[in-house]
């Protein structure tokens, strides 16, 4: 059964190229909305997280929700066992796949159907089992004749759907997203809703991540708003999503809705 | 009375926590793990290779032709400059550049372990230990390509072939295990140390020429020991001596074993210590 618990976790950046006062003290000055300050050892260190707690239980679907730098994708990226926190604990259970960046190890020079194959290696499934869920995941990417073409030669929205459907092509019991999916066009939206909606009732967590509103209202069951690294708020999409628009103006208009369910 | 206490404090005491595996722990764990992926990182060695020779015809055995060309031209000169017979220094200077090349692409290349899998880093969670591997696979499929030289090297100047062969596939074994801690050590500081890569870089150019690889250690004379107790020149004996059908010096498999577990034990220490923080300094 999939799980995540964190106590008090931290994540501390040390800045090793931003040493010199004068940028030291433009960077204090900037309206970014990380925490910028000095640790013990007077080095620049940007806070991206502090004293997170949080627990996700099974068939969770999360959404984070804040501004740029109020550590969305540095909690995912904790969640997802990139960065080992500088602080607190973390206790989690589950196989884990990570959909952080649509481009990642993706060799635009080679097919899809051969990326494939490396992304499937990335998550640990060796390339012989991979071959046998190939045209499964190649028929869920309707990318028909294009899956034996140079990943150059594609659309970001079909970068999109390969990556998602290998991702989601082995029931991950932990799925975390950043952004990104929302570049998927309307008819892939709902694709892609049905077969999260599959796993989801075989209990498994999902965490999203998003600037869409709409999508996270749609897709979520619960939702965190995140500050500056700390959690400023906790509760159902609606009330977190309308305290996020209270505070930063409703800035989720001029984002398309996509198709109604 | 009313309890204030919201459900969120409630449910931080109730959860219990398994007891933190200690730093030493997981860092065996990785490279126990990374080295079970090993269809994983050999595919993507595999991979650099291909990628890096796109569009050649010849691919990698490019190199095996510039060493080719080498050894012939540097050695009908050299052998005239150092007066031994051309027959005897054309293999001794080959297998030489072909260790030498393994050598140095494991050391200028370990700098680059973690940076040159920066975006995979950054998004994929896979144990630290499988770009060494990479690494380190990557460097031995060159070097098999160079390889093929030996068999032509032993018709063309009848070298001999009996079991101290065994002795020179003993030292690829040890270069392979050397090849780990300096990817992993390497690797490490170089992240942490942008200047190090550079560093390397120019303390090789100096090596290349104060180890012999090209020039007999017997031309030293009286300071023939400086070049005996060099780690570099040693790794190149074991694997050299025994294919040219000569003895291997008598302190090179001691004092390679010796520098081998001391790299080792270091690159353990700096493995265990700051394999977490590699994410973050990248």
């Known amino acids: 059964m999939a799980f995540a618990r964190l106590r008090d976790v931290s994540v501390e950046f040390p800045i090793y190229s931003g040493g010199s006062r004068s940028l030291k003290k433009l960077l204090l000055h900037t309206t970014t909305k990380g925490n910028i300050g000095r640790d013990a050892r007077d080095r620049i260190s940007v806070q991206a997280l502090s004293d997170i707690n949080l627990d996700i239980e099974h068939g ?83 990318l028909g004749y294009y899956i034996d073409m140079p990943v150059r030669t594609y659309s970001s929205g079909m970068v999109i759907r390969l990556c998602f459907a290998v991702a989601t092509a082995f029931e991950p019991e932990v799925l975390l997203m950043d952004e990104w999916l929302g570049a998927g066009d309307a008819a892939f939206l709902v694709k892609a809703r049905r077969r999260m909606e599959q796993f989801v009732t075989g209990s498994s ?38 305290r996020y628009e209270a505070q930063y103006g409703a800035l989720d208009t001029s984002q398309p809705e996509i198709a109604a369910a | 009375m009313v309890s204030i206490a919201g459900p969120e404090t409630e449910d931080a005491a109730v959860v219990e926590f398994a007891p933190l595996p200690s730093k030493t722990a997981l860092a065996w764990r990785d490279l126990v793990e990374g080295f079970r992926r090993n269809w994983m990182w050999s595919a993507l060695a595999l991979q650099d290779i291909k990628l890096r020779y796109r569009g050649s015809v010849l691919g990698p055995f490019w190199l095996t032709i510039t060493t080719l060309v080498t050894v012939f031209s540097m050695g009908f000169i050299y052998s005239h400059l150092f007066h031994t017979a051309t027959i005897s220094y054309m293999p001794y200077l080959g297998m030489g550049l072909i260790v030498w090349q393994l050598i140095s692409s494991s050391i200028t290349e370990g700098c680059n372990t973690f940076l040159a899998s920066l975006e995979l880093i950054q998004q994929v969670p896979v144990p630290f230990s499988i770009h060494a591997y990479r690494v380190v696979c990557r460097n031995f499929i060159v070097f098999g390509h160079n390889l093929v030289l030996v068999p032509v090297g032993v018709i063309v100047f009848q070298l001999p072939v009996d079991w101290h062969l065994l002795e020179a596939a003993a030292g690829c074994v040890v270069l392979a295990v050397n090849g780990l801690w300096v990817a992993i050590f390497l690797g490490i500081i170089s992240t942490r140390f942008r200047d190090i890569a550079p560093i390397v870089a120019s303390f090789l150019q100096v090596a290349f020429f104060l180890t012999p690889v090209f020039w007999p250690i017997d031309a030293l004379g009286i300071y023939q020991p400086l070049a005996e107790y060099n780690p570099l020149f040693t790794a190149i004996d074991v694997i050299r001596a025994p294919v040219l059908g000569v003895p291997i010096m008598p302190h090179s498999w001691s004092v390679l074993l010796l520098s081998t577990a001391i790299g080792c034990a270091a690159t353990c220490y700096l493995f265990v210590r700051y394999r977490n923080r590699i994410a973050y300094w990248i």
């Open chain 1, 60 to 142: 969770e679907r999360l959404a984070l929700i804040g501004a740029n730098g109020a550590g969305k994708s540095t909690l995912l990226k904790v969640l997802a066992g990139i960065y080992e926190p500088t602080g607190g604990r973390i206790y989690a259970s589950g196989r884990v796949s990570a959909l952080l960046t649509a481009s990642v190890g993706l060799n635009y020079e080679a097919t899809g159907r051969e990326n494939i194959i490396t992304r499937g290696m990335y998550m640990d499934i060796h390339p012989r089992e991979m071959r046998d869920h190939v045209d499964e995941i190649s028929d869920f990417t309707d």
């Open chain 1, 205 to 242: 967590i999902i965490v999203l991540a998003s600037h869409t509103l709409s999508l996270l209202r749609e897709w979520c069951t619960r939702a965190i708003l995140l500050q500056q690294g700390r959690i400023v708020a906790v509760g159902t999409v609606d009330e977190v999503a309308s």
